[in-house]
């Protein structure tokens, strides 16, 4: 074989490759492409969330000056799939209770789950905390709030979703959903309905803001 057969081999053998390099990124361009224009024409709505309801176990504020919060709380919440042609993988979702924006409570995991269209899940953790430091103002205010029979308390949930379209899964993204809850300490039986021994059941079926 001569050089010049040599060099006429191997400049078809670029461009073969050439032309195999070119078709993948066409290919991927247009699998993209297809994607996005049904993620455009689909317009995903993000989850609904309703806080149902929420029974008290215990709410204590102690110290001198008061400034550790003992609570307890099983609060139901229920989040809706607006979404006919998108399912939601809530890879991580946590719920607690704020008051002030500071977090009073630790953090409460809901196990790991996808939301079919239209579907809808209902969860019911308990949030807590014991002797838990809050802020000097804030402790304050708690204790004035307490007297004064209403807490106005935020339930939140954190968490991270992906929505599915058919075969094709997105990237993670952010959910914040915030919930407002009010106790009323002042007069029990008229607030919430009595479920045992120091705890109360309050009824609120109001929906949430919710952030993607």
């Known amino acids: 074989m001569t050089s010049k057969d040599c060099g006429s081999h191997s400049h ?28 455009a024409i689909l317009q995903p709505t993000k989850p609904r969330f309703i806080l149902q309801d929420a029974t008290v176990y215990a709410f204590n ?8 919060l003992t609570s307890n709380f099983q609060v139901t919440l229920s989040s809706r799939n607006p979404n006919d042609k998108i399912g939601v993988y809530y890879d991580r979702l946590e719920v607690y209770a704020a008051y002030q924006n500071q977090q009073i409570t630790y953090r409460t995991s809901i196990p790991p789950t996808y939301q079919g269209h239209k579907e809808v899940n209902i969860w019911s ?58 106790i009323n300490f002042g007069n029990k039986a008229a607030a919430g309905v009595i479920v045992g021994d120091n705890a109360v059941k309050y009824t609120y079926a109001q929906g949430c803001s919710v952030s993607v």
């Not at 504020?61 to 550790?68: A, C, F, H, I, Q």
């Open 125 to 182: 953790p308990f949030v807590y905390g014991t002797s838990v430091p809050i802020a000097p103002f804030n402790g304050v205010s708690l204790d004035g709030d307490q007297e004064n029979g209403v807490i106005r308390l935020d339930i939140r949930a954190d968490g991270r979703v992906r929505w599915k379209v058919g075969a094709f899964i997105t990237g993670k993204y952010h959910l914040y959903v915030r919930c407002q809850a009010f």
């Open 12 to 39: 078809s053998r670029r461009k073969l490759i050439r032309r195999i390099i070119w078709s993948i990124i066409i290919i991927l361009f247009i699998i993209f492409l297809t994607i996005l224009l049904i993620w």
């Open 61 to 68: 504020v102690s110290g001198n000056p008061p400034n550790l």
